[in-house]
């Protein structure tokens, strides 16, 4: 009987020591890098942290029998502060997994200590398309949407639209620039015409010497290459001045919540591009009902794109039987995502997330039913179509 | 048609009408700023949070409680100047002996503070305030459509800032508050309470910044960042027309906003550096200010 149990207790120790081979540090640990005080706490912040957590809680908690941890720290928008927090993560907290990176600055610096540590990142809050191009790392995806997928959504859709004349209204920096100089692109080559564009001092309070611009060169459309509250601004704006709804505003870049705080009066007919929209079939509405009772606002694309990437992580962790960065890596790329994010999801060897996303029109006051019921869908871009073919990425990872 | 630079007429009188409006937020900010230098010494940085809680206080007034823009335009500006009175009472007073920079440490600490407490409240994203009923739409006027509510705000900020020219510059109360900044103990000699001067005048002109508050909240989204933004070009509006000069910081005030519109008009990325170099030569050719005296 003593020889049993002690059999049965070496066994035991033994297979805890292999689990922990599989498992770092006998723990999955999932690190939200987030702005949780500045101006795009609103549309990433603690609801981002919360979509990480319902990812987690609906995976069980637990995965190859190890628990599941999340962490959150504040990055402030600034390279330096995420690029430390990630290191000090990935050296002494045991963090696994870095995800949200809302802002380009603190996407690309954290990418790269995820490479030199062998963990993965995952970009959902960031825009730039050097985040699979020139900068590309093989541990990183970038999930949610990039300025490639914005200016294809708005731009193109809209000139088929008929909005075949534009002038932009661009924040004047390096973010507003490459809005304006990707749409112009894209606008042109659908047969539309630029008819000019006017620079605005970032951040500006009042639009509407820019605006009458805008009204004076006469287009059917005026492209916002700008955003948050400057975007708001000049939507609430444009209303005030007659030049809504003459003329059509197309946001490059707005969320649900910059819809949310201007209201439909001043929005309505606006066009926007987003990779997801509460409201569009019965997997998203449940879950976007669920994140509201918990966060008392809907979802935006930034939100339900950490919630599906944690998720498609946590089931390459399981798949692979180990948290190894390349290895679930592998797994990940090898994998389609199906949830309530997207269909048929997949993850480039450039560590591009490509999946389909929406052109939108923002309702009359009229027509919505009630708070939050905002957008009615013009047009599906497909993902190939929307985010740049991957015989175009200047990744070195992609071979030719 | 007329065209002058390249610019037609009509695009450029358009422009200078948007610059006056812009000007007559400038004024009735820098009039307070204006106000409580003069009178106080003090350099009161906490001047755009002030004036962002006067825009908040006005949506949650009317959010929250069912308080019309009429309302608020009087309740609002008295709330946050009593709150800035409380301020002066307990801290800022303890400071009038110590140099200007103290009070501008202070006032700027306060600042942050009172910003961080509304991003935390009401999150970053902004409020909307919609134009009051009385005042939505709007006239063309051959070269614009001017909206009735920025038609409002120009009259009703220059009602204000001659309201309080005159009751500073002509009325006796404002000749017993010059006589305390000139000297505050002969003052006191003749029996008046100068301390509860002070107080009052900081309340004052913080409640210019309120009101200011409450004029712009259904122009601009109500953000917690607001004040930051407009604040920095106040100051300079201030140092323009000379510190604590009345009539300056009102005329330097509109006319910074007229030159700021047509900076938009000929040179757009320009618009927000222009009235810093006006500042730059007018320091070097006038360090007092155009309208100061040297003290």
């Given at each position: 009987m003593r020889a049993v149990q002690v059999l049965m207790g070496a066994a035991t120790l033994a297979f805890a020591a292999a689990a922990q081979a599989q498992i770092s540090n006998d723990v999955v640990k999932i690190g939200v890098l987030t702005d949780l005080s500045g101006p795009y706490s609103d549309l990433a912040g603690t609801g981002s942290?919360?979509?990480?957590?319902?990812?987690?809680?609906?995976?069980?908690?637990?995965?190859?029998?190890k628990p599941i941890e999340v962490v959150a720290a504040d990055h402030q928008n600034k390279g330096d502060i995420a690029a430390n927090k990630a290191r000090e993560w990935f050296d002494r907290g045991n963090v696994d997994m870095i995800i949200d990176l809302t802002t380009s600055s603190t996407a690309l610096a954290v990418m790269k200590v995820a490479k030199e540590k062998n963990r993965i990142s995952i970009v959902s809050g960031a825009a730039s398309t050097k985040i699979t191009n020139e900068d590309c790392t093989d541990t990183n995806v970038h999930w949610t949407y990039d300025t490639r997928s914005l200016a294809e959504g708005t731009g193109r859709a809209v000139v088929k639209q008929g909005g075949d004349t534009w002038f932009f209204l661009t924040a004047d920096y390096a973010f507003g620039h490459s809005l304006e100089k990707d749409t112009s692109e894209v606008v042109t080559a659908a047969g539309g015409k630029v008819l000019g564009s006017v620079r605005h001092p970032f951040p500006g309070q009042d639009f509407s010497s820019f605006l009458l611009k805008a009204q004076a060169s006469g287009a059917k459309v005026i492209g916002l290459a700008n955003a948050g509250t400057d975007a708001q601004n000049s939507i609430k704006q444009a209303a005030e001045f007659g030049i809504t709804p003459k003329q059509k505003l197309a946001g490059l870049l707005l969320f649900i919540n910059d819809i949310h705080t201007v209201g439909l009066k001043a929005a309505q007919d606006l066009y926007v591009t987003e990779s997801f929209y509460w409201d569009r079939d019965d997997a998203s509405r449940a879950w976007s009902k669920r994140f509201f009772d918990r966060q008392k606002r809907m979802p935006n694309m930034v939100q339900a794109g950490n919630y599906s990437a944690v998720g498609h992580y946590l089931n390459a962790v399981k798949a692979a039987g180990t948290d190894d960065a390349a290895k679930v890596m592998a797994k990940m790329k090898a994998t389609p995502v199906n949830d309530m994010f997207t269909k048929d999801g997949r993850i480039r060897a450039d560590g591009l997330h490509v999946h389909d996303v929406y052109l939108f029109q923002v309702k009359k006051p009229a027509e919505a039913k009630g708070?939050?019921?905002y957008y009615k869908l013009v047009q599906t871009v497909p993902g190939d179509q929307a985010f740049?073919?991957?015989?175009?990425?200047?990744?070195?990872l992609v071979k030719k | 048609m007329i065209e002058i630079f390249g610019v037609p007429l009509q695009a450029l009188l358009g422009q200078l009408l948007v610059g006056l409006i812009n000007g007559s937020f400038y004024a009735v900010l820098s009039l307070g700023l204006a106000i409580i230098f003069g009178l106080l010494n003090i350099i009161n940085?906490?001047?755009?949070?002030?004036?962002?809680?006067?825009?908040?206080?006005?949506?949650?007034g009317l959010t929250k409680f069912g308080l019309p823009y009429w309302a608020a335009l009087v309740v609002v500006p008295l709330l946050v100047g009593a709150l800035g009175m409380v301020i002066e009472r307990t801290m800022l007073k303890r400071l009038y002996h110590l140099d200007h920079l103290y009070g501008l440490l202070l006032t700027f600490g306060l600042a942050l503070v009172i910003e961080g407490f509304f991003f935390n409240e009401y999150g970053s994203s902004g409020q909307s305030y919609d134009v009051p009923d009385a005042l939505t739409g709007g006239t063309h006027l051959g070269f614009i459509f001017l909206p009735n509510y920025r038609a409002w705000v120009v009259v009703a900020s220059l009602a204000v800032c001659i309201a309080t020219w005159f009751l500073i510059e002509r009325s006796s109360l404002g000749a017993y508050l010059r006589a305390g900044t000139e000297n505050p103990k002969l003052l006191q000699a003749f029996g008046v309470n100068v301390p509860l001067l002070i107080t009052l005048t900081y309340g004052f002109g913080v409640a210019l910044a309120a009101f200011a508050g409450v004029l712009a909240a259904p122009v601009f989204q109500v953000s917690p960042?607001?004040?930051?933004?407009l604040i920095i070009v106040v100051f300079a509006v201030v140092v323009i027309g000379g510190m604590g000069s009345i009539l300056g910081s009102i005329v330097t005030g509109l006319g910074l906003g007229l030159i700021e519109g047509l900076a938009k008009v000929y040179f757009p990325e320009f618009s927000a550096t222009i009235i810093f170099l006006i500042m730059v030569i007018v320091l070097l050719v006038r360090p007092a200010g155009l309208f100061g005296r040297v003290r």
């Open positions: 942290v919360e979509a990480v957590k319902m990812a987690v809680e609906d995976f069980g908690g637990k995965v190859l029998g708070p939050w019921d740049t073919p991957l015989a175009q990425s200047r990744c070195p | 940085f906490t001047h755009g949070a002030q004036y962002m809680m006067g825009a908040f206080l006005a949506w949650i960042d607001m004040g930051a933004k």
